[in-house]
């Protein structure tokens, strides 16, 4: 079945930028939207954006400006970029499957961003 | 603060019935699917309900989903101790062009 494993630094020093990248296996990425979510300690979900395997992407407008993910096809990859961060982007950071219909089916298994100096 | 509101906290006995609410606006629960999920401590959201009252493959028929205008409702019955968990709901807003959460809910079984 299809899995998610998101991978990355851990540890991210402020106004620098985050980037993370999430495999898909046992899977094809050239369908569905693919999302990230994050979630600070203790706190919610917040989505961050998604990327349709077209390379059509939506980002939520309180990130926009700071927010970018791609598609990479051939390595059946989606990436995240997120620049000039602050402790307030401290978080876990989960990498999802959208069935289109704002429904994310599968998730990986997150992946702890802290931003520190 | 988030786009849907939940209630914090719900608790009932092993056995029993319990619901969660999840309140939105036209701009989101009124006119898109509502999906539902629950996060064990520790672990990733998994999903428990799509399109407002469907569940996926493997998702017992103790938990069902319900939508009403804006507002949209998680149901479980027959309450194990293993439900206990955080439930959120979760949408996409039209107006935002965003998808939004609800501030979730954490579910004791007493």
């Known amino acids: 079945q299809v899995q998610l494993q998101e991978s990355g630094p851990g540890l991210v020093k402020p106004s620098e930028t985050l980037s993370l990248t999430c495999t898909v296996s046992?899977?094809?990425?050239?369908?569905?939207?693919w999302s990230w979510i994050r979630q600070s300690p203790g706190k919610g979900l917040e989505w961050i954006g998604y990327?349709?395997?077209?390379?059509?992407?939506n980002y939520n407008p309180s990130l926009k400006s700071r927010v970018a993910v791609s598609v990479d096809t051939s390595k059946n990859q989606f990436s995240l970029n997120l620049s000039s961060v602050s402790a307030a982007d401290t978080a876990v950071y989960y990498c999802?499957?959208?069935?289109?219909?704002?429904?994310?089916?599968?998730w990986g298994q997150g992946t702890m961003v802290t931003v520190s100096s | 603060q988030s786009v849907l509101t939940q209630p914090p906290s719900v608790s009932a006995a092993p056995g029993q019935k319990v619901t969660i609410s999840c309140s939105g606006s036209?701009?989101?629960?009124?006119?898109?699917?509502v999906s539902w999920y629950q996060q064990l401590p520790g672990t990733s959201p998994k999903l428990l309900i799509y399109?407002?009252?469907k569940r996926p493959s493997g998702i017992p028929d103790r938990f069902s989903g319900s939508q009403s205008g804006t507002s949209a409702t998680l149901g479980i019955t027959g309450l194990q101790t293993g439900d206990e968990a955080d439930y959120y709901c979760?949408?996409?807003?039209?107006?935002?062009?965003?998808?939004?959460f609800g501030g979730g809910t954490q579910l004791t079984v007493l």
């Open positions: 990327i349709y395997y077209s390379g059509s992407t």
């Open positions: 999802a499957r959208d069935d289109g219909t704002s429904a994310f089916d599968i």
């Open positions: 979760g949408t996409w807003d039209t107006s935002l062009s965003a998808g939004v």
């Open positions: 399109e407002n009252d």
């Open positions: 036209s701009s989101n629960i009124g006119n898109n699917y």
């Open positions: 046992g899977g094809s990425i050239s369908s569905f939207y």
